[in-house]
């Protein structure tokens, strides 16, 4: 076998700065975040995303628990896959973005019977595009529950989403937002459901979503988002963050692909909401019913 010679070494290492780039947007943790929750120093961790540090195995693991996901997730970037596998990757990759979502479609409703079984639906973006006020309005259009995957989160741990970050990390958070989608799914059937803005970081978690609810991507231009969020008051997205926008664009950009999955998409940069709310009424009509025999969750 061929040792690796320093430049081999030197390219996997600016390969494993990105992917700590990634991950972290993908969480939704910016460097402070990350550093505050594994005890390295944002100085450190700003080396080590632009490829200028050699970490240490301990270090690693420190990320890792910081982030809640496995070494195995950092350090490699992609699991084997079969030729078969491989080839439908490929064939995926030529597809435009929407071609995409409507082939997913497709296999679903061929191999899995999911495209007609959905009862209810979850929007899901980042905070500020729209969720909320959309949720809402929609649940008062058919009469339906309305409730944020976030305050279920808080009943089944018995405290506020902050106070959980700051006693369990990322691990523990991301635990029960899988449990959250479960008690939704039994709990409010054919009503609309919030969902958190970084579900899309745990695949299995997004993928319960999406085989229950119609989803759909709430999205809107990045200065929205921003304006919107501290419009309502939560300075926190600028607090101690002279690069917040930066970190926004980033975040929107690595989870992009996954809310793009989403069965339909609606953007509420220069819209009004009544405009927004009657797309949606027409879009998921199908799937704001309660099941017959059942009566609607509370």
Known sequence: ???MDLSDAERYLQELSERVKRLRARRGMTRKDLSRHSGISERYLAQLEYGKANPSLVLLFRIVHAMGISLQQLLYDEEPQSPDHQALLEFIQRLTPEEQSRALSVLMSHFSGQQNGYSGIALIGLRGGGKTTLGRRLAETF?????RLREIIEKLAGIEVGELFSLGGQKAYRRLERR???YAREHYPGGVIEATGG???????????????YTVWVRADPEDHMNRVIRQGDLRPMEGNESAMDDLRRILAEREPFYRSANHAIHTSGRTVEACVAELATVCAPYLRAPPGEATAG
Do not use: G, Q
């Open 180 to 182: 959250a989608v479960d």
């Open 1 to 3: 076998m061929k040792d």
């Open 143 to 147: 009469d339906v529950p309305f409730v």
């Open 199 to 213: 579900i899309v970081a745990e695949l299995d978690t997004f993928k319960a979503l999406r085989s229950a609810f």
